[in-house]
């Protein structure tokens, strides 16, 4: 009986241990939660606060209002919408094209063997490896070039910025994609050449969909990468209304940051938004890609 | 690798029978890109951009190659990736190693051969140069001609290009002259009114009369033979004024004389080592460049050690199958990584602002001092690396918590049968097999950090100022923003030679690093 009572009373001491254990942890969690947040219910704060200057703001604004939003939307003075058009747009074609440039580059390393394969594809990394930001000087001084003949293409076209970015489609995620090609068997694509597809309708109606996890992926990486671009897009376009909505906001805070720092709050939040969302809502698929080695800028 | 030999058979038979019709479409198609692009050449090369003008024929030609040749066809499927990458991504880099040993920037922006021209442009008037007193004459198509009276009455009519004539009235076109010897008329053109002629803007530029004997007008009563004032001498490379007989001795991309005075504007030119040798030797250079390597690295290194390290100790806290709201807790942890880099950075620049940010304005109530996170070396460095915490601890904690599932139970049970501490098992099991996991991330992540110009520029643009530099240099800059400090800040002196220098030493740095990383990574498969 005694020796029973003992491996009880030993379990419920292990139980309250545990117990303990995540209590300790769930202070700890909720220490880390505030510093992670605290930021942004700054920033939110700050975006209701109707006089928006730095100097004025409390946690919980008094007489909070939309004060900063109108200023920042309606007032004509901030092109705002046009910032945040002009970085969805070039966003969206650069994850887009980037997207199609990896996936058939990887489809290819992944199903033919030919000369040169494996130091291709090392090359491709190791060219890679070379920060974009480092050649920012060759690369402004070539599209100033460009711009000579047809200023289309030219410094401040939006053109020029994508084609800069697709620069780098032939990166690092060719390697997680093909990774994942990898893993599909080529029996499928026998098969399917034995009834008589070509490489170009295997690719597309057999292996595209196949894809779709990895694409979605890679795709959002892409988007995230290109919205986020601060450097190239500074250095290249030159006039408010052709900015994207990160220099947009760089700019305006050298000028005013601590007047109108409700105003940027706002314009930050509305900034940050979209990837906030597209990020929680697919965190699962994002983190698995990241985890495989995926690049977000 | 036993599949191999069937693929290569295969893919040497996969003879497609593309119909003619489409085939014919994609030649032509291709056809009419090259006339683009061999349109586009022409014009670079017309301005004068020759090493563009080379790598976009580079590209050129490996594209047709590639569509057209049949061994070639896996590679079809990139071309256009490798295209985009061959000219925004390697062209670069080899412009950037050229640049790195010229002295392009300030006052060497041009080409000599531009720069040679304008200063041979400039003209003087000789002792024994003639002068003439003039009228202008207009054509209705906007030509010039000048009729030219010298000091003994003779009449000359002066045209661009052309030699001086000096025709009777009723040749050339030439009316009746007046009775100052001026010709009343010229055929095809309309004679200008002193006041018109003497504020024509034109008149002035334009040299009448051929090549060499040029004739200009220097004021509204007299216009003259002007010579060039310089004199281009190959073999010694140098400009040799007419005027006074002195000697501009090329000297690193300016004509320079004896006594220091130099010819405006000076050209790109080769400068060999030098702008390396500045970086690695320079006295002048070294007491910033020093300071901004080590704190580089200090950077790269604390923020990787903090960032892991905080990131590590979350995942190893929620490892746990069983603990509550845990999905809760990693979606509001990721929350700084979510949000664009750049919008964070401004934030995070409003809340450590002294005296109005938030934090100042607690520290201050509380101790009643906070720290200058701005204006002080060290607290600036503090800041920095609080904010990169900040951002990056998320992306750790999501790698580290992938990682730490993939460590099987059972070491840990044959541990704790061994009577293992916890703390024992962390640095025995769990660390060394995470470290395999994730090794290759954390190179990436200190080349990343290494490199990260956009938290250093949007927190504080590598401020506060180092005192007594010869360029601008701020104790929180590290290498990179120094070079777009070098490069892009234009009221300061643009030295894109010495910016491209620099970058090939972090290239090769990067470089180093990431070969390192393969070889002692599984990325080949």
């Known amino acids: 009986m005694s020796s029973l009572t003992s491996i009880q009373g030993l379990r419920s001491s292990a139980r309250a ?90 489809y290819a390393f992944s199903r033919f063997r030919f000369r040169g394969r494996q130091t291709m594809l090392k090359g491709i990394l190791l060219i890679n490896a070379f920060p974009a930001l480092l050649a920012l000087v060759a690369t402004f001084l070539m599209i100033s070039q460009f711009g000579d003949i047809l200023p289309g293409i030219g410094l401040n076209s939006h053109v020029s910025l994508i084609l800069v970015y697709l620069g780098t489609a032939m990166g690092i995620n060719i390697w997680l994609m093909k990774g994942f090609l990898d893993t599909i068997p080529r029996e499928i694509d026998e098969a399917a050449r034995v009834e008589g597809a070509s490489d170009w309708q295997i690719f597309t109606k ?45 700019i305006f805070t050298q000028a005013q940051f601590q007047q109108r720092w409700g105003v940027f709050a ?17 965190q699962d698929q994002i983190v698995g890609g990241l985890t495989q080695g995926a690049v977000k800028g | 690798m036993t599949s191999i030999p069937s693929q290569e058979s295969r893919t040497a038979g996969a003879t497609s029978s593309i119909p003619v019709l489409p085939r014919l479409m994609n030649f032509l198609i291709l056809i009419a890109i090259d006339v683009c692009v061999i349109w586009f050449l022409s014009r670079l090369v017309s301005l004068g951009y020759y090493p563009l003008a080379a790598a976009i024929l580079i590209i050129l030609v490996f594209v047709n190659v590639v569509l057209l040749l049949r061994p070639a066809r896996p590679i079809r499927w990139m071309v256009i990736g490798l295209a985009l990458m061959g000219l925004f991504v390697i062209y670069p880099i080899f412009f950037t190693v050229w640049v790195s040993f010229t002295n392009y920037g300030e006052g060497h922006l041009i080409t000599k051969e531009q720069a040679t021209d304008q200063i041979l442009r400039a003209k003087y008037l000789p002792e024994a140069g003639k002068a003439y007193s003039w009228t202008a004459f207009k054509s209705p198509q906007g030509d010039y001609a000048l009729w030219l009276v010298d000091a003994d009455g003779n009449g000359y009519l002066a045209m661009v290009g052309e030699p001086l004539t000096q025709p009777q009235p009723g040749e050339a076109g030439v009316g009746e002259l007046d009775e100052k010897g001026i010709p009343t ?27 060499g004997k040029t004739i200009q007008v220097r004021s509204p009563s007299e216009a003259a033979e002007l010579l060039p004032l310089y004199i281009y001498d190959p073999d010694r490379d140098a400009m040799i004024s007419q005027e006074t007989g002195i000697t501009y001795q090329n000297i690193r991309g300016t004509f320079t004389a004896q006594n220091g005075t130099q010819l405006r504007p000076g050209f790109i030119e080769s400068v060999r080592f030098t702008n390396f040798r500045d970086f690695f030797i320079s006295p002048a250079l070294r007491g910033p460049l020093v300071r901004i390597i080590l704190w580089n690295f200090a950077f790269a290194f604390f923020s990787l050690v903090f960032n892991f390290a905080l990131g590590l100790a979350i995942a190893i806290m929620f490892n746990d199958k069983f603990f509550p709201f845990k999905k809760v807790i990693r979606s509001l942890l990721i929350i700084p990584y979510t949000i664009p880099a750049l919008i964070t950075i401004l934030i995070w620049r409003g809340m450590l602002n002294p005296e109005l940010g938030v934090f100042d304005r607690m520290l201050e109530s509380l101790f009643g001092w906070a720290p200058p996170w701005f204006t002080d070396q060290w607290w600036s460095k503090i800041a920095i690396l609080i904010v990169n915490l900040w951002l990056s601890y998320p992306y750790f904690m ?47 992540s200190f080349t990343f950090n290494f490199n990260n110009f956009n938290l250093i520029y949007l927190f504080n643009q590598g401020l506060p100022p180092m005192a007594g530099t010869p360029t601008p240099a701020g104790h929180t800059d590290i290498l990179i923003s120094y070079v777009y400090n070098l490069a892009f800040s234009g009221n300061r002196g643009v030295n894109y030679g010495f910016a491209s220098a620099i970058t090939i030493v972090i290239f090769l740095f990067v470089g180093v690093i990431t070969l390192f990383q393969f070889r002692f990574t599984n990325m080949w498969e």
Do not use: H
Not at chain 1, 39 to 67: C, D, E, H, K, Y
Not at chain 1, 242 to 249: C, E, K, N, R, S
């Open chain 2, 185 to 211: 008329t010229i055929e095809g053109y309309q004679k200008l009114n002193a006041i018109r002629a003497a504020t024509d803007q034109n008149l002035t530029e334009i040299l009448f009369g051929e090549e």
């Open chain 1, 17 to 106: 241990q545990r117990r303990f254990g995540i209590a300790m942890r769930l202070i700890i969690a909720a220490i880390l939660i505030v510093f992670s947040i605290f930021p942004i219910l700054w920033v939110i704060s700050a975006s209701f606060n109707p006089t928006g200057s730095l100097a004025t703001q409390t946690l919980i604004p008094r007489n909070a209002g939309m004060g900063n939003y109108r200023e920042l939307l309606n007032s004509g003075e901030i092109p705002f919408w046009t910032w945040f058009g002009n970085s969805i747009k070039i966003a969206s074609i650069t994850s887009v094209l980037a997207l199609a440039i990896t996936t058939a580059g990887a």
């Open chain 1, 266 to 282: 706002a314009g930050a939040l509305i900034g940050a938004l979209p990837i906030m969302i597209i990020y929680l809502a697919l």
């Open chain 2, 398 to 444: 999501l790698v580290c918590s992938g990682a730490l599932q993939s460590i099987s139970e059972d070491y840990y049970a044959a541990a704790q049968v061994d009577g293992a501490s916890l703390w024992q098992q962390f640095w025995n099991i769990t660390l060394p097999l995470l470290l395999v996991a994730v090794g290759p991330l954390l190179v990436a």
């Open chain 1, 206 to 250: 057999l292996i595209l969909p196949l894809l779709r996890p990895i694409l979605i992926v890679i795709g959002i990486l892409n988007y995230i990468t290109a919205y986020g671009e601060f450097v190239l897009a500074r250095v290249l376009l030159k006039t408010s209304e052709q900015f994207t909505l990160m220099v947009g906001l760089q």
